[in-house]
């Protein structure tokens, strides 16, 4: 990521990706613009969120110093993935947008994601205002670092 000091954190692509859906998943514009409108979705999100992370099977207090650098960081990221993990199981994973964007749930999920995306972001010297980056740009620089 452009302002990102990517190269102090040991699994820094990986801080990239869960930055990347926490973005997303805090970004009501964002979602009304893409995911609405059909390109990408909810789903795809939540699998940056925890992919390779496995944070939907243990704490984001166990990665504090490889991706995560404080436990301020791992407490807000771990507070987002169960939010959104528990409306993602009761519509299901295949479910179109609004029926997350219409869980009763769903807003308090957008502030959580929110708010622990401002915390990466502030840490890693960033903008947290600027819109999510796209997948390709993601891997590219991802894959230049």
Not at 64 to 85: K, M, P
Not at 115 to 121: K, M, N, Q, S, V
């Amino acid at each position: 990521m452009a302002g990102m000091p990517v190269k102090d954190m040991p699994w820094w692509r990986w801080r990239c990706n869960v930055r990347s859906a926490l973005h997303m998943l805090g970004d009501e514009q964002f979602q009304r613009e893409y995911w609405l409108a059909g390109y990408g979705d909810v789903t795809d999100a939540v699998y940056r969120l925890v992919e390779d992370t496995w944070l939907d099977n243990w704490s984001a207090e166990k990665y504090v110093g490889t991706i995560f650098r404080d436990s301020q960081e791992a407490a807000l990221v771990d507070v987002a993935v169960l939010r959104v993990l528990r409306i993602l199981h009761q519509v299901g994973a295949d479910a179109p947008a609004e029926a997350y964007f219409n869980h009763h749930g769903w807003p308090e999920a957008v502030r959580a994601a929110r708010e622990a995306h401002i915390r990466l972001a502030v840490n890693d010297g960033e903008d947290p205002d600027t819109p999510p980056r796209s997948l390709e740009v993601l891997r590219i620089l991802t894959r230049s670092a």
